[in-house]
């Protein structure tokens, strides 16, 4: 493709470049003819054709210096405008679109692509940061304002006991979930860094996702929840801590949001080189609304519940960052008041994985 359009650029040029000697030729002929009538002598021969000659050098170096000054104005503008730009972008400004004529193909094209790309990505990430940081102080200074309220009211020496102790027990309610949220957010900065080690080894996954249930086991005994395990003997390479995250949380919310006497379905299944765990709940369930934003930070599919819960909002933020860092999918479908069911796929050996990037 791009060896065809030199081809007809090449093409264009030539013709151009004879059309243009074609038109100088005949412009200095009759400018030649017209100055040796002034003159009132016209020499003959060669030095006639010489004459012609130089005619067609001047109109041709002339045009050429024309069309050099032009080309380099213009390019001295594109310039200009592209520095604007990148001192825009420098200063924080990335609503930045440079408008300029070019083709893809060339290398200047290439750079000017780049430029408006470059500004569209470092808009949304500037929008993301600006997000976050709403986020975060909103998450923050709602159990603050919490925790300094109820303690303004503790210094009434008239108030009853039992009113002071439950105080206290929301000012430790509020403080623990300050401290989730710290936790948290420090942990989900670390797994974004480049530097979060990875410590893959080979061991058996459904005992591992056994014992995650065995720990959960008073939560969900309290609730009178049933429990359907089916998992086989299958082995993974992996790093156990961080997937010890992911079960833990994708299990805490099932059993969280599952009505008494619901049921948890935990299954897993084996393909050529990955497997699958499915976690389906017969809880609450997500709108459409609700499973679009279920992965980002700080939202919260329902407000009440993970607000009497101590929630964060960031845990699934994580454990989909868990999951990307293991090369592997993670996919969720609901419907209200029925069910939830979450799909992780991971590869059997996520060291192989890795070492393909």
Known sequence: MRKRRFLLKLIMVLCLFLMANTVFAFLAYHATTWLYGRLGAEPQGFWLQLGTVIGVFVLFACSAAIIFLIGLNRKRNYWD???????????????????????????????????????????????????????????????????NGFAKALKNINMPEEKRRHYLEIIELESNRLSKISDNLLKLTSLESQHHPFEAKNYRLDKQLRNVVL???????????????QLDNISITADEDLLNQVWMNLLTNSIKFTPDCGTITLSMTQQLDTITVIIQDTGIGLSEEQLIHIFERFYKADQSRTATNGGSGLGLAIVKKIIEM??????????????????????IDSTQTRAND
């Open 215 to 229: 720990a959960l086991e008073p939560n969900w005994i309290m609730k009178q929840l049933d429990f359907d395990l």
């Open 326 to 347: 293991h090369h592997g999918t993670i996919a969720v479908k609901s419907k209200l008041a029925e069910f939830t069911t979450f799909i992780i796929t991971l590869p």
């Open 81 to 147: 405008t592209i520095v604007d730009a990148l001192s825009r972008m420098a200063k924080g400004d990335f609503d930045v679109q440079l408008d300029l004529k070019a083709d893809e193909e060339d290398q200047f094209g290439q750079l000017i692509h780049g430029i408006n790309h470059m500004a569209v990505e470092l808009g949304e990430l500037e929008r993301m940061r600006q997000e976050f940081i709403s986020n975060v102080s909103h998450e923050i200074q709602s159990p603050l304002t919490s925790i």
